[in-house]
């Protein structure tokens, strides 16, 4: 079942019901100001950092579901509805969500009323703006009263949801003609406040909470909606809002409309007061003015509108597949610049407290990114670099605001160095950029630590390949990927993290996952000391790699599939000995995507071990058998019931690393079979049962152990979107960036008669077709350039502003 369609046209989706089955989201905003908008208009916004400069309050955990948000009172009579439908509720005659990429419109119809709320965060400035339209469709005069309505966070979201001793008495706000300032904290050491405008004079406002909405009441009844209009209270203390009221009447035929803003104003110190008491509005005023009629708030629109067609079309896929173009021209590309933006840190399931950046996480994201705008994944390598420890281990998060590691969780997770490798190559690849290297980027935010990039890279491989355990295999720390697999934890007592309780490492607990990481990225590692002619170094860390090749296919290796790991009492996990978690996913896909086996089978038989004791409908379980009982010496991968999250759930993210397995061994049949299965665009059909947004990935979808197999959650914020992308766009579609230009190795299915498809790399434009004629799945026969034949797939880098026309012949 679905509860709307994809327009494509006009890249987006149009929701047309607004009870779907979980809130439906949006994020707005690209670079430093960012709202969450739920396709009813729940969310919030923050500058830079959901934790530490949060603008509006959400609760999460509420019900009913979704409550706060950007709200639009239509008082009609004695009607009271909502243009996105949410909090009253009221039945509306028509509804329908657009979201868009920046942007979303959404609109309400009843009793001839209708209503369009536009929301957007232009380019270059901090704050949201709606633009409210509200038209008499039917023959009579009607008078109508409008009221915009968002709660205040106090700034600091974990405070803000825990220190009411303090909180309740802090509020402040200023009003000014048609403008309320939230002010709070900014007497004392904030430097920043927020104000919400409306380009029109009010006929009342509120700050107030508890005027507004009533102190037993809820945002589903204001009682100054339902009752006589806004108090004209201001807030001090208890929770500041911002409502205004705006009485208009409407002739049969006419349209109204009103620009709002919400911004998010910084001052510097010495200018930080207009007179004792009242802050300075001038940057405020000067924000206001520049959007102040419909002509600015189309030209913002617009400018967003041609900022992402010009970031997408650095990737166009034609082919005869409809959801497979929209996956890759539109949404995919979308979701990978919001977990670029975001990480980890504020989703519907991520409260935005919790994780800020994480060094892995970042660093994947890069791969699904790096094409986009290659000059901010620069700077966050840098960035994330400087959270590196001079052993080359990494604080395992830092905060977007401060960009400092977070010492509550501290470093240990022993996959992390070699992802910071992974990330540096992508961005290598993609720009040829090789300056990246000798930049000097602090250890541990220290400055006095500081060292090249490139001496970080050294110290990421080195790290792993000096922490290693009884088998000779890279110990595992806290965790890796798997962030579940808490091998030395040990915990027993309720509310201890997993992560990071017991001690951060163990002498015998071994990763095989690691190990093919370290193969596989280990080898990105030589070829960049060899193009830095580092011949010597890239040798040795060959001969390292192929040791540790030696060891996997060894002590690595169960008989049909590659094992996990060894615990702390050197036992086997992932092998047939176990009993529950006999067989993983992580191991093959990365290990087959580092080549292990790839000559003497054992890749092969692993992919045949996934597809027959892994896979299902709705995509690849994580492990088999699930746990279904504790286990203390394996973490909180057995504390989730079993099909849930990382204890046989099918985690999305890495589905795609069999995608590129079995693209690495050409079978582009099975690859394509992978890819489809959780491809958001391609299971719309069953939105009841996957429930989160059919436009985008979700990080897990409930395995075939649990109570709801095929549920999803955790939308949005996931390596999904990253590994998806590469899978499609570098393992199916073949487009690959190397070191040393533009690789095209296509892996498709063999029903597929070819694609044509647009790419930017390094300043030029390939247009590639790509034919298929004997109906083969993998294989480049001959590769014609400009009408040259090219020996070999690698087209070497051409100057930045010409077209390359590529025609490819598979067979
Ligand atoms: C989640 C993981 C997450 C970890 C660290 C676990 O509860 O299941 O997905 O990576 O916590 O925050
Ligand atoms: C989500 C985390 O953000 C990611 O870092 C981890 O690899 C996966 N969960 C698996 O545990």
Redesign the pocket.
């Known amino acids: 079942m679905k509860y709307g369609f994809f327009d494509d046209a006009s890249r987006e989706y149009v929701i047309t019901t607004p009870r779907t089955p979980l809130p439906w989201i949006n994020y707005l905003g690209c670079e430093s100001f960012f709202t969450l908008l739920s396709n009813t208009g729940g969310g919030y916004s923050f500058y830079r950092d959901a934790r530490l400069r949060r603008l509006t309050r959400y609760r999460y955990n509420n019900c009913p579901l979704d409550q706060e948000g950007f709200r639009i009172y239509i008082k009609d009579g004695c009607n009271v509805w909502n243009p996105g439908w949410q909090p009253v509720q009221a039945e509306l005659d028509r509804y329908c969500c657009r979201h868009g990429l920046g942007y979303t419109v959404i609109e309400g119809e009843r009793d001839g009323i209708a209503a369009r709320q536009e929301f957007m965060v232009p380019r270059g400035d901090n704050c949201l703006l709606i633009r409210f339209t509200v038209s008499n469709g039917g023959d009579e005069t009607r008078p109508l009263s409008v009221f915009p309505y968002l709660e205040f966070c106090l700034w600091d979201a974990m405070d803000d949801s825990s220190n009411f001793q303090r909180n309740y008495s802090t509020g402040e706000v200023e009003v000014t003609a048609s403008a309320i300032y939230h002010k709070t904290e900014y007497r004392e050491r904030r430097d920043h406040y927020a104000v919400f405008w409306a380009n029109r004079p009010v006929d009342g406002f509120d700050t107030s909470r508890e005027a507004f909405i009533g102190t037993y009441s809820s945002p589903a009844h204001p009682e100054a909606v339902f009752g006589s209009g806004c108090t004209g209270s201001v807030a001090h203390g208890w929770q500041p809002i911002a409502a205004q009221q705006f009485d208009l009447v409407l002739q049969p035929g006419e349209s109204r409309s009103i620009l709002f803003g919400l911004g998010y104003i910084e001052n510097p110190e010495e200018e930080k007061w207009e007179s004792p008491g009242i802050i300075n509005k001038s940057r405020a005023e000067a924000l206001m003015a520049k959007y102040a009629d419909d002509t600015a708030f189309d030209a913002a629109l617009q400018d967003l509108r041609t900022y992402w067609e010009d970031l997408l079309s650095g990737f166009q896929v034609s082919s005869e597949l409809e959801s497979l173009d929209r996956m890759v021209n539109i949404w995919n590309q979308y979701q990978c610049m919001v977990t670029f933006n975001m990480s ?1 840190s504020a989703s519907y399931f991520e409260s935005g407290i919790g ?1 800020g950046m ?1 060094f ?2 970042s660093c994947q994201d890069l791969l699904g990114f790096v094409h986009m705008i290659p000059e901010r994944a620069r700077e966050r390598i840098l960035d994330i670099a400087a959270t590196q420890f001079p052993d080359g281990s990494a604080y395992h998060q830092y905060q977007p605001l401060t960009k400092k590691g977070n010492a509550d969780i501290g470093s240990g997770f022993n996959d992390d160095p070699l992802w910071l490798i992974a990330g540096t190559d992508a961005y290598l690849r993609e720009t040829g950029d090789w300056s990246i290297l000798d930049e000097i980027v602090p250890f541990d935010n220290d400055p006095d630590l500081a060292r090249s990039l490139m001496e970080h890279l050294r110290r990421s491989f080195n790290y792993t390949r000096t922490h290693l355990g009884p088998n000779g295999l890279p110990l595992i720390g806290r ?1 890796d ?4 697999l808490n091998l030395n934890c040990f915990s027993a007592h309720p509310g201890e993290s997993f992560q990071v309780s017991g001690p951060s490492d163990g002498p015998v607990a071994e990763s095989v996952f690691i190990a093919g990481m370290f193969v596989k990225y280990g080898r990105a590692w030589a070829d960049i000391c060899r193009h830095r002619e580092l011949e010597d170094e890239a040798a040795e860390a060959e001969e390292a790699i192929a040791g540790m090749e030696a060891i996997v296919l060894d002590a690595g290796w169960d008989g049909a599939w590659f094992r996990r790991a060894y615990d702390a009492f050197g036992h086997v996990v992932g092998g047939k000995e176990c009993e529950e978690g006999r067989i993983f996913l992580e191991p093959q896909g990365m290990c087959v995507m580092a080549g292990i086996g790839k000559e003497s089978g054992q890749a092969e038989q692993a992919l045949a071990s996934v597809q027959e004791y892994l896979d299902t409908p709705f995509g690849i379980v994580l492990h088999q058998p699930a746990y279904t009982r504790y286990h203390l010496e394996l973490g909180e991968i057995s504390s989730y019931p079993p099909g849930y999250k ?1 204890n046989a759930g099918i ?1 999305c ?1 890495i589905n795609p690393w069999i995608v590129c397995a079995e693209a690495e061994l050409g079978h582009g049949d099975r690859a394509f079979e992978v890819y489809r299965k959780t491809a958001p665009a391609f299971i719309e059909d069953i939105s009841e049962i996957h429930r989160t947004e059919p436009y985008v990935y979700s ?1 897990m979808i409930a395995g075939k152990d649990a109570v709801s197999f095929g549920e999803a959650k955790n939308s949005w914020l ?2 999904t979107a990253a590994w998806s992308f590469l899978g499609v766009s570098q393992a199916i579609l073949g487009v690959k960036p190397t070191l040393d230009g533009l690789q095209i190795d296509p892996c498709i299915p063999a029903s597929v008669s070819g694609f044509t498809l647009s790419r930017r790399y390094r300043g030029a434009r390939y247009e590639i077709t790509v034919e298929n004629p004997d109906g083969v799945q993998h294989g480049v026969k001959e590769m014609l350039v400009d009408g040259c034949p090219l020996a070999g797939n690698v087209i070497p880098v051409r100057d930045a502003g010409s077209t390359v026309q590529v025609r490819v012949i598979m067979g």
């Open positions: 980890r994780r994480g892995r996480d965790a990927w798997n962030d579940c990382e985690f993210h990080q996931t390596g």
